[in-house]
């Protein structure tokens, strides 16, 4: 077999859509960034983004780490989006983009050529589709996917192939629910983003000691999720004992993390690959807990405090704290105990006289 590779910028047709071409002048005022070079650059066509090193002279490319600047020197880019402190570093011809938040500029500008696709209104042949459920219109549902008794979808939201949706979910409008996802006890409110494999609102992990053994304790709680969530790949999600487990607005979790039952998420949170969140533990907004950090339950993680990758949480955190470590203490205090150690290491080993 012989690949079929029809070029090596970003956007491969085969996978993306593209819009465009747009004027510079529109990418700018999309991006709330101001021009600066050519005198009439804003009327310059593009089609495309593409990294420093790639792209033509219709392509966007993007700055944001000092480290690159000789890629800016030689790029043949048409336009560069870059922070205030690199306009004076644009080579000759290119025009730059300039905002305060270039990362934020380079997100609209891509997501301006490569949007997300429209759902494609209709209920696919292979699928299943409960007579009491209710469907928005524009409702995608995909190839075998089932769709369960008193379910309710909004508008325009997709369900990928082989997604299962329980009965009496909810599911608000313009939500992406992806392939071989399973949802139950669930209600998500608008642009809620499943990717493919997450599992929502299967049961907790509660059990009572009996004397013949394990006991399952009943979960008769939900999930929810409010707008603007997304759900990363092969996630879980457990519902509820008693109370609800709640993903505030906003919040975004990676891949293979683990939310047990009873847990509360605030707004805009940021959960990193392979964290682990025990039952019943509370979240401030605007948290981050980073890869493969594991948090006890029934503790309470305070607003804007920062959990370190491989972060073992036994007690609350306070506000805006950052800790690392297991258990976790603050950074401060966290590497002068590594400079301790290594300062011990270098002696010979004899004990002090």
Same mark, same amino acid.
């Given at each position: 077999?012989?690949? $079929?590779?029809?070029?090596a910028l970003p956007g491969d047709p085969r996978f993306f859509g593209r819009? !465009?071409?747009? $004027?510079?002048? $529109?990418? &700018?005022?999309?991006a709330d960034a101001e021009i600066v070079g050519q005198g009439e650059a804003g009327q310059r066509m593009l089609r495309g983004v593409a990294p420093l090193q790639a792209a033509t002279a219709q392509e966007v490319s993007f700055l944001d780490n000092r480290r690159y600047l000789p890629l800016l020197a030689e790029t043949r880019a048409g336009a560069v989006i870059l922070a205030p402190a690199f306009k004076d570093k644009l080579p000759e011809g290119v025009v730059g983009l300039v905002s305060k938040s270039p990362y934020l500029a380079w997100a609209r500008i891509a997501a301006r050529f490569h949007p997300v696709p429209p759902s494609r209104p209709g209920v696919h042949a292979t699928a299943f589709v409960d007579e009491s459920a209710v469907l928005g219109e524009g409702v995608e549902i995909g190839p075998f996917a089932t769709i369960g008794a008193n379910v309710q979808?909004? &508008? !325009? $939201?997709?369900? !990928?192939s082989h997604a299962d949706v329980a009965q009496g979910v909810v599911i608000g409008a313009s939500c992406r629910i992806g392939a071989h996802v399973s949802l139950s006890h669930a209600i998500l409110d608008d642009r809620v983003t499943l990717y493919p494999g997450a599992r929502i609102g299967q049961d907790g992990f509660g059990f009572a000691v009996g004397p013949a053994g394990f006991e399952t304790v009943p979960q008769l709680g939900r999930v929810i999720l409010g707008h603007d969530v997304e759900i990363g790949a092969n996630s879980t999600i457990d519902r509820g004992s008693m109370r609800d487990t709640v993903i505030g607005a906003g919040t975004r979790i990676d891949n293979l993390v683990q939310i047990g039952h009873n847990a509360q998420l605030g707004r805009c949170c940021i959960v990193v690959s392979q964290a682990g969140i025990s039952g019943s533990t509370e979240l401030g907004d605007f948290v981050t807990i980073a &890869?493969? &950090?594991?948090?006890? !339950?029934?503790? %309470?993680?305070?607003? %804007?405090a920062r959990i370190g990758a491989q972060c073992g949480v036994m007690s609350d955190v306070e506000a805006g704290a950052d800790v690392i470590g297991s258990p976790a203490m603050p950074f401060r205090e966290f590497f002068r105990n590594v400079a301790f150690l290594r300062r011990l290491a270098k002696k010979d080993g004899k004990p002090d006289a």
């Open positions: 077999m012989t690949l $079929s590779l029809p070029d819009q !465009g071409p747009f $004027s510079i002048q $529109s990418l &700018a005022e999309w979808i909004g &508008a !325009g $939201s997709v369900i !990928g &890869a493969q &950090a594991g948090l006890i !339950g029934h503790i %309470k993680i305070g607003e %804007k």
